[in-house]
C-alpha cells in the first residue's frame, strides 16, 4: 500500500502492524452513536455487487487503507468500498442508501486533515477514484470540464500541455481529487492570485442524498438565474451531497516564473517585506509563503534537505508569474535590491529554471513531510489578521514549554493563513488538552478562523462556535435537515454534536 | 427628484406627467396576486413612526419616486416607504412585518433592471440610503468593511485616496449602493481582472424575514468552518433576507492605467484580437469591453458623442493597470503593433491621462443612456459561449426586421456577456411577443445563461427554466421556505409563479 503526498514522494506505510487510534469508539473523541444505522445486509451487498460488478470491494486487506486517514490519526471500521464510474451509479447507490438508511462516507483521495475523509464507524465508503474522466476543455475560454475523481495533478499536467494551467496547487496535488479539493474548499498555494474556489468554480453536478442529480455544470463564466446552488456544496465536506463533476475556470499559463527564496530575522520584518513586495510585483506576484526556522531544521534533520541560504529565524518563498520574462526579472530585481538595502531581508537566492523553481518550492511544500517523522503531530490551520499571526506560534511554544516536542509554524502569509503544528513523541491526551481549547480561545479573541482551509471534518466540529455565531450553526442544521433529512451523509462531519 | 446613472450624468425626469406602464396589475406581466396582504393599518403606521420618527415616510410625491424604476418600466403602488439607520431598526422593522404578514420590497440605488427594486404593489419599500457608513478599512489587508447604503462611488472615492480600489465598477455607480451590488450580484467592467463578489466579498450582516440577525462579517480572507451562508444571500436580490453590511477584499490601487480604444471590421477578427491580448496583456489585462456601429450611431445621434477614430463594425476597450508604467505601456505597444500589423485592428486611439482615460470609457459606459433617448427598450443581458455572442444580434436583427427600431449589441467580451438591446418608437406588445420567448429559447439552445449579471427580479423570473433545471429551482423554492416562510421579503421576484 502506497500513498503519494507530493508529486515526488512515495511514502510506504506499513499497515500489518498499524493498530490505528482506536480512538473513534472511545469517549475522548466525543462521537456519540447518536443514530446508529444497521449493519449492511447480504441482500445489500446483494444489490451492490449487481449495480458494480468487481467494484463492490469486502476485501479487509483494501478496505483497511480506506478506513485509516494518511496521517494515521484517524480510523474507522467499514466493511464495504464501492467504486462508482458514473454518475447514475452514484445515484443508484444513494437512493438505495438513503431508503436502507445505511450511512455514506464520500472519498476522494483521502489527503484531508480532519478526518473528513474515513468513516467514522462502519458506514459505506464511496470512492471517487474511478471517476477520473475529462469531460471537455475549451482552449478558447479555459474551462475544464472533468469527473470528480481527477487527481488534482493529472489536470494540471492535461492543463500545462495546452498552455493553461490550474487555478489551485497544494502539496497533495499527486493524490487528492478535484472532487474533494472542491468539497473542502481547499485553498492551497495559488489562492493569494487567483482566488477562491467559490470564484474558479463555475459549475458542479451533485448526487443528493435521496439520490437525486443537481446538474449546475456550465461553460459560462457568468450566471445570476436563482440562487447560487452549488455554493451550498462547496466546503460542505459531503455532508449535503456527493460531487460528481467540475467546471472550472482555468488561467492561461503564464510564460514567466520565478522563485525567490528569503531570509528574514523577525516576523516583523516578514511583514514589511511582503508590504513592499504587492506594491513593487504587484500583478505578477503569484504566491507569498513561509516558513519558521524550527520548521527548516525538521526539514534539514528528517529529509535531509539543505538550507540554500544563510541561517535566519524566518524563510519566504515569493512566486511570481508573467507573461513577459523581462519585465518579471526587472521587477523582481528592483524588489530584491529594495528588500536587502533596507536590510529586510539578510540573505536570497533566486531561480528561474523549472528543476531550481521545483527545489525552492519543495523546501516550503515538504514541511508537512517532515512533519510527520518528528512524532505525532496536532495539526492547526488558522486565520488571523496578518500582523497577528505568528504571535500565536510564539505564545504557544511559551504558554506548553516542555510538554511539545516541537511547535512550528508555516503557511500562506499572503491569505493570512498559519499551520500551526505542534509535535510529541507519541500520542499525549494531556498535550492535547493543554492546546485545546486554548488555540481555539486565542484564535477567537483575534477574531481568526479555527479552520482557514481544512475545514472542520471530525476533529475540529466540535469546535465551530468559535468561529461561528449560535444563528449561523442553527441555519446551517437547517440546510442539512433540508437536504439530508436522514443523516446519511459523511454522518459526524462538519456540524457540531450539540447547539 | 434626480437620479444619477454614471457619475458625470444627470437625468431628471419629469415626474408629474409620468403615467407608469401600470401594467403590473395587467394579466400580461403574469403576476397572480397569490397570497394578498393586508394594507398597513394606522396601528402599523403608529409603530413604524415610533421605531423610525422622521423616517416613516407616506408622502405621494416622495413614494412616487420609490414606486418606478429608472428606466420607468415597472410602477408599484407602496404608500409606506421605511428608512432605517441601523440594523437593529432593520430587525425591528422586519419582526413587526412578519408577525404581520406584511411584505417588504428591500430598495438600494434603484438602478436594477429587471424591476427587482421596485415594489408590485403595496409592498412597504425599505430603503437602505440613509445606512451609508462605512465601519472599517484595514490597510494592510485592504479589507473595507461597511452599511449597504453606502454608494460605489464614495467606496471608490473613499479607497482612491488610501490607494486601493473597489473591486467592481459598473456605469450607476453613481447612485447603485454596495448591498445591492452584493443582493444581485454585480458584474461591471472589472469582473474579468478581479474576479466576482462570490470572491471578493468577505462578509456579510444579513438580518432575515424573522428579523433575526445573521452576522458573518469577517475580515478574513479564508474561512472553512461549516457551510458558506453568505453565498445564499449573494444574488438572491432580497428574496431570502436583507443586506445591511458587507465587508470585501479590495485591490491595491494600480500605478499605471492605460486605455485603448479600437475599431475592429468583424466579431471574428474582434475575438481573435481579445485572445492575441490575453496572451500578450497578460496579468495587466483588466477590461476588454465592445460595443457594436449601430451602439456607436445612437450614441452619435443622442449624446452627440464624437467617434474618437474611423468607422468600423465593431469598436474595443482595452484597460491595463499595473504596477510599471513602463512594462504596461511596452506590453500595450507591443500588443498594438502585432494587432495593426496583422491587420486585425484597423485604427485605434490610446489614453493615458486621467481625462482622456474618462472620455473613452465613457462612450462604452453611456450607450444605456443613449439608448433611453431612442424610445421604449427591450433589455436582453445574455451568457454565451464567446465564439457565439454576436450571432445572436444578427439573427435577432433578421428575424425582427423592420418590427424593431434598433438592434444593439454591446457588453463584456472577457466575460462572456452580452448586452443586446432592442429599441422601439413606443412600448409594443407586439415586439415583445416576437423577442419573447425566442431569445430565451436560442440562448438555451447554445447553453446559455439568460441572466449574465442582472439577475431575474419581476422580469425575468418566468424564464428562469430556460437556464436551471427544475431540481434546482425546486430546491431554491425549499429554500425561500426555510427562510421565508411566510414569502414577505421581494414577493414575486426571482422565483417562477409555477414549477
Chains 1, 2 share one sequence.
Not at 455487487?49 to 468487481?54: A, R
Not at 529565524?313 to 526579472?329: C, M, R
Not at 523546501?363 to 492547526?380: F, M, P, Q, S
Request: proline share 3%; glycine share 8%; net charge negative.
Amino acid at each position: 500500500y502506497s500513498l503519494f503526498i507530493t508529486s515526488s514522494l512515495l511514502i510506504e506505510i506499513d499497515l500489518s502492524s498499524y493498530q490505528g487510534d482506536q480512538t473513534n469508539h472511545a469517549a475522548g473523541n466525543r462521537v456519540p452513536c447518536r443514530f446508529p444505522f444497521s449493519r449492511v445486509s447480504k441482500q445489500d451487498l446483494a444489490f451492490f455487487e449487481n449495480l458494480l460488478p468487481g467494484r463492490t470491494i469486502v476485501d479487509p486487506d483494501v478496505l483497511m487503507t480506506h478506513n485509516v486517514d494518511w496521517m494515521k490519526s484517524v480510523r474507522g471500521s467499514s466493511e464495504l468500498l464501492l467504486r462508482p464510474q458514473t454518475t447514475e451509479e452514484v445515484s443508484k447507490i444513494l437512493k438505495y442508501c438513503c431508503e436502507r438508511r445505511l450511512a455514506v462516507n464520500p472519498q476522494g483521495g483521502n489527503t484531508g486533515l480532519v478526518g473528513g475523509s474515513v468513516p467514522v464507524y462502519d458506514e459505506i465508503i464511496l470512492s471517487t477514484s474511478l471517476m477520473n474522466q475529462i469531460l471537455s476543455f475549451d482552449q478558447v475560454s479555459g474551462i475544464i470540464t472533468c469527473q470528480a475523481g481527477c487527481v488534482l495533478e493529472n489536470l494540471s499536467n492535461y492543463l500545462e500541455e495546452r498552455d493553461f494551467i490550474m487555478p489551485l496547487d497544494l502539496g497533495a496535488k499527486g493524490s487528492c481529487q478535484i472532487g474533494g479539493n472542491v468539497a473542502t474548499n481547499a485553498g492551497g498555494l495559488r489562492l493569494l492570485r487567483y482566488g477562491s474556489l467559490r470564484g474558479t468554480v463555475l459549475g458542479l453536478e451533485v448526487v443528493l442524498a435521496s439520490g437525486k442529480i443537481l446538474n449546475f455544470l456550465t461553460a459560462l463564466r457568468k450566471d445570476n438565474t436563482g440562487y447560487d446552488l452549488k455554493q451550498l456544496f462547496i466546503g460542505s465536506e459531503g455532508t449535503l451531497g456527493i460531487i460528481t463533476a467540475v467546471s472550472i475556470l482555468c488561467p492561461r499559463r503564464p510564460r514567466a516564473v520565478n522563485v525567490a527564496f528569503l531570509g528574514c530575522s523577525s516576523y516583523k520584518k516578514l511583514l514589511e517585506t511582503f508590504q513592499c513586495c504587492r506594491g513593487m510585483l504587484g500583478e505578477i506576484l503569484s504566491a507569498f509563503e513561509f516558513l519558521d526556522s524550527a520548521c527548516m531544521k525538521l526539514l534539514e534533520k528528517h529529509l535531509k534537505l539543505i538550507n540554500p541560504i544563510a541561517e535566519n529565524s524566518f524563510y519566504i518563498v515569493i512566486e511570481t508569474a508573467g507573461s513577459n520574462a523581462d519585465h518579471d526579472k526587472e521587477k523582481l530585481h528592483n524588489f530584491l535590491e529594495a528588500v536587502m538595502a533596507s536590510f529586510l531581508v539578510t540573505d536570497g537566492t533566486v531561480a528561474t529554471e523549472d528543476a531550481k523553481i521545483k527545489a525552492l518550492w519543495s523546501i516550503r511544500e515538504r514541511v508537512t513531510e517532515a512533519l510527520t517523522h518528528d512524532g505525532y503531530t496536532y495539526k492547526y490551520d488558522i486565520s488571523l489578521p496578518l500582523e497577528k499571526i505568528y504571535q500565536l506560534v510564539e505564545d504557544m511554544r511559551e504558554y506548553l514549554g516542555d510538554k511539545a516536542k516541537n511547535v512550528v509554524g508555516y503557511g500562506h502569509v499572503g491569505d493570512g493563513n498559519l499551520h500551526l503544528n505542534i509535535t510529541s513523541h507519541s500520542k499525549d491526551q494531556a498535550l492535547q488538552e493543554a492546546i485545546e481549547p486554548y488555540v481555539y480561545e486565542w484564535t477567537a479573541r483575534y477574531r481568526g478562523s479555527i479552520s482557514a482551509e481544512h475545514g472542520l471534518g471530525l476533529k475540529k466540529r466540535n469546535y465551530i462556535h468559535f468561529s461561528k455565531h449560535p444563528e449561523a450553526v442553527a441555519l446551517m442544521k437547517d440546510i442539512k435537515h433540508m437536504l439530508d433529512p436522514h443523516r446519511i451523509l459523511n454522518p459526524y462531519k462538519t456540524l457540531p454534536d450539540q447547539g
